[in-house]
């Protein structure tokens, strides 16, 4: 996983467009030392979907309360 600041990764948008889609990098975007986004792949992000999906199904016949407490 590669670091990049915000303004550098904006004057490289193409070329960190490339290396994800050539070499399935994945790049977090930092702003002020903070990581504040991430460019991956489009099948990183529908892995990404499945697993929230996934997770949200197993999720809704939980009771997030205290009923009976």
């Known amino acids: 996983m590669t670091k990049v600041e915000a303004n550098q990764a904006q ?10 889609e050539d070499h399935q ?11 504040v986004a991430a460019v991956i792949s489009y099948a990183d ?10 997770s949200e199904s197993s ?8 009923d009976g407490v």
């Open 59 to 66: 999720n809704s016949g939980k009771s997030a309360g205290f």
């Open 25 to 35: 990098e994945r790049i977090v975007i930092e702003h002020a030392g903070q990581s």
């Open 45 to 54: 992000l529908q892995q990404f979907e499945a697993l929230e999906d996934a």
């Open 11 to 20: 004057a490289q948008f193409v070329e960190l467009i490339s290396r994800v």
